[in-house]
Each structure stands twice: as structure tokens, then as C-alpha cells.
């Protein structure tokens, strides 16, 4: 074996058994040791701002993308965020044991569906040092032991971040091992984790597309992941043109670096307002690549082109153009889309329908802003990342997309004839 097997073969033992201890503490506990933890994270926020400082610095000076910088740096609204998540989870429902059905069968078997953790989980991600504490309070909270392997660019805020969390659950009597970091960058180690099936039981990347391509190419275990944020806003006809125009810039502007962002708008071509709503974009600092027919209405749109459509720009840049109708617009996002997150903005209600009910992406929405796409937004806490796949869990995944199920079937002596 080489020592990066080595490495990842003692990291999920040590996962595996605190994942059976996880099994049999109680939900005050999980509770005490993210509340705790949450403590830890702002206790720890000076030690945790001068590890960021030392990344930040070092990805400045290896001309890291302004998307990821952003993704990267922590000041103390962010530290503070990230332990005030923590402690959301910490109040959420745990959903460990959870009955989902039951069945009483006529022989008197009485069988239940059991919500259940999925074990040991794997977390690949780049810059968002955020995840180490997201991933850890979910997968504590949902009685998963985690293995995360961050990326070099967060390499000391990981660790300081790290740290943090388990001066917080070992404090609170759980074993140190329920969230392990990986101590090494050594690339290696991921293609260990990949090839890892039996000992790890789902992989959860969380960064770029080259990131997230290569683990769905190589894995050997269950990977839970989306490959692209390309999302879009449809501003049909009858929008309103104050409306959309808001939705629309926040969409795009709001946070460029997050995979909610909208990337193409497509405008009715009976929208009565288009060139307003070009205008804003522009004067809100974004780059339009408009078609023929935008480009006429403010001479500072740039011509797009066709790599446009299908391009996640994480940056204040956005595609537009026009569309003949609803049909238009939904065969677009079918071409174009990443099955992520899609909106129309209209106040037709039957367009609005056919559009929530047509559109095959993990999450649809009518007069709101993409931007949206986030778990704490959904109510669930921090979340581990949003899932564009259709098997096990779709959109933000959180606690109940870090469960599976079992059956428990309760007799008096039945045997089957």
C-alpha cells in the first residue's frame, strides 16, 4: 500500500467507528456539541481570520480568479455566519429515526420505514472554507462521521476552522474522529477516497467543474453532486417590468461567485420593457452578451456567441437574448441548462404552471430571484451543496439528504408459510 492508502484506510476506520458511536448518542448530545462547536468557531475567530490571511495572501499572489477569492476570504461577519449555521443545524429536527411509514400486515407484522444515517461521508471541496464547518454540524447532526479534504487555496483556514469544531465536540463528550480533516494536500489522497467503496459510503464534492467532473468520472462510491450553476431567469410577457428588473439584477449581481447565480436571461420577445431591463444590468456593473436583437437596444452590450449559452461565468457577466414565447424559453434551458436552478418572472399564472411543472431542473421558481438557491434560504440550515442528479436527494441537500432508510419488521413468532 502507498501512504496515501495508508492515510485514508486509518481515516475511515477511526470514521467508521465514530459513525456506530454517533448511532447511539441521543439528540441532546448532537446538540450540546454543535452548540459548542458554534462557540468554539467565535472563540476562535482571531486564530481562524490569520490562517485565512496567510491563504488569501498566497492565492492573491498565484493570480487566483476574483469567483474564487471571494469563495476564499473570511472577515468577521463571515466567521460569525459560519458559527451561527452551526448552530441552526444544532436546532433542527434530527432526523435520525424519523418513521417515514408503517405497515401493519394482516399476518401482524408490523414493518417501518426508519430514517437512518448514511454512514461515513467524503467531502472534496475547493476554496469555501465555510464547508468545513457546514459539513462537519450536518454530518454530526445526521449521525454521519466525515472525512474532508479541502483544497490548498484554504488549506490554514480549514485547519484553524477544523480545529474549532472539535475543541467543540470533544468538549461535549463525542469522539474527535466524528469530523476528521485530511492532513495532507497530497492529490493522491483524493483518487484514495474515490476508489474507497465499503469504507466510504457517499462522496460529496464542492468546487469547480474540472473538481467535480473528475470525482463523477472516477469514483467507485455513490457520489451526491452537481457538475454547474448554469441558471437562468425568464422574463416572460406579462412580468412586471418593476419586477423583473429587480429580480434580475439581484440574480446576476447580488453574489456573482455562487452557483445560484443567474447566467443567461432569455426576454419574451412581447416583454414591453427589454430595454430597461439591459439597461440596469449594465449600469449595475454587469457585462451583457446580448443577441442581434438586444445588442440594437444599448450599444453597450457585447455580441454573444455561441460557447455563451453554455458557459458558467461566476462573474459579472451574463447572456441574454430574446425568445418567441414559453415554449422558446423552457426548450432553451432544456439545451442549455444544468438542471440547477431556473425562474420565470411572470404574472400569468398558467404560464407560471407550465413552467414550474415542465422545467427539469432540481429547483424551479416564479417571481424570485435564483439567488435563492441555498439551503438556509430553504429553511434546512447549512447545507452540504445543492444535488442536480435524480437519485436519493435533489436541490439543497441538508439533514434529510445525509439519511437513507432502513426497514425494522417486529413479530411475535411468524414464519412464513
Known amino acids: 500500500m502507498t501512504g496515501s492508502n495508508i492515510l485514508i484506510a486509518d481515516l475511515t476506520a477511526k470514521a467508521r467507528t ?34 485565512n490571511a496567510k491563504d488569501v495572501d498566497a492565492a492573491v499572489a498565484a493570480g487566483i480568479s476574483p469567483a474564487m477569492l471571494d469563495r476564499l476570504k473570511l472577515d468577521e461577519a463571515r466567521v460569525a455566519s459560519m458559527a451561527s449555521a452551526v448552530e441552526v443545524v444544532a436546532t433542527l429536527a434530527d432526523p435520525v429515526g424519523q418513521i417515514i411509514d408503517t405497515r401493519a400486515r394482516p399476518n401482524g407484522l408490523l414493518m417501518e420505514r426508519v430514517r437512518v444515517p448514511v454512514g461515513v461521508l467524503g467531502i472534496i471541496y475547493e476554496s469555501r472554507p465555510n464547508v468545513t464547518a457546514d459539513a462537519g454540524a450536518l454530518g454530526l447532526r445526521s449521525g454521519n462521521a466525515v472525512i474532508l479534504r479541502g483544497g490548498s487555496e484554504a488549506v490554514y483556514s480549514n485547519r484553524a476552522i477544523h480545529a474549532a469544531m472539535v475543541q467543540g465536540i470533544t468538549q461535549a463528550g463525542l469522539p474527535a474522529d466524528v469530523i476528521q480533516l485530511v492532513p495532507t494536500q497530497d492529490r493522491a489522497v483524493v483518487g484514495d477516497m474515490l476508489r474507497a467503496q465499503g469504507a466510504i459510503d457517499m462522496i460529496i464534492p464542492r468546487g469547480g467543474k474540472s473538481l467535480v467532473a473528475r470525482v463523477q468520472d472516477e469514483a467507485r462510491v455513490p457520489v451526491l453532486a452537481h457538475l454547474d450553476g448554469i441558471c437562468h431567469s425568464y422574463v416572460h410577457k406579462d412580468a412586471d417590468p418593476d419586477m423583473a428588473q429587480a429580480i434580475v439584477v439581484n440574480a446576476k449581481m447580488r453574489r456573482t461567485g455562487i452557483c445560484g447565480a443567474t447566467e443567461t436571461v432569455l426576454i419574451d420577445q412581447d416583454y414591453p420593457a427589454p430595454a430597461a431591463l439591459i439597461t440596469a444590468l449594465i449600469d449595475a ?12 437596444l444599448d450599444a453597450r452590450t457585447v455580441s454573444a456567441d455561441a460557447q455563451d449559452w453554455d458557459t458558467e461565468y461566476l462573474d459579472s457577466v451574463i447572456s441574454a437574448c430574446v425568445v418567441s414565447g414559453l415554449d422558446a424559453a423552457m426548450d432553451h434551458i432544456a439545451r442549455h441548462g444544468s438542471h440547477h436552478t431556473d425562474a420565470i418572472i411572470t404574472q400569468n399564472a398558467v404560464a407560471a404552471a407550465r413552467f414550474l411543472a415542465e422545467v427539469d431542473s432540481a429547483i424551479v421558481m416564479h417571481n424570485a430571484s ?48
Open 18 to 51: 465514530a459513525a456506530r458511536h454517533l448511532a447511539g448518542v441521543d439528540d441532546a448530545a448532537k446538540t450540546a456539541a454543535l452548540t459548542r462547536a458554534a462557540q468554539a468557531l467565535r472563540d476562535g475567530m482571531a486564530d481562524i481570520l490569520a490562517a
Open 285 to 296: 456593473g454587469c457585462e451583457v452578451r446580448a443577441d442581434d436583437v438586444l445588442m440594437e
Open 370 to 417: 435564483t439567488q435563492f438557491a441555498d439551503g438556509g434560504e430553504f429553511g434546512l440550515g447549512a447545507e452540504i451543496g445543492i444535488a442536480t442528479g435524480r437519485l436519493h436527494a435533489r436541490g439543497p441537500v441538508a439533514l434529510e439528504g445525509l439519511t437513507t432508510y432502513k426497514w425494522i419488521v417486529r413479530g411475535q413468532g411468524q414464519t412464513r408459510p
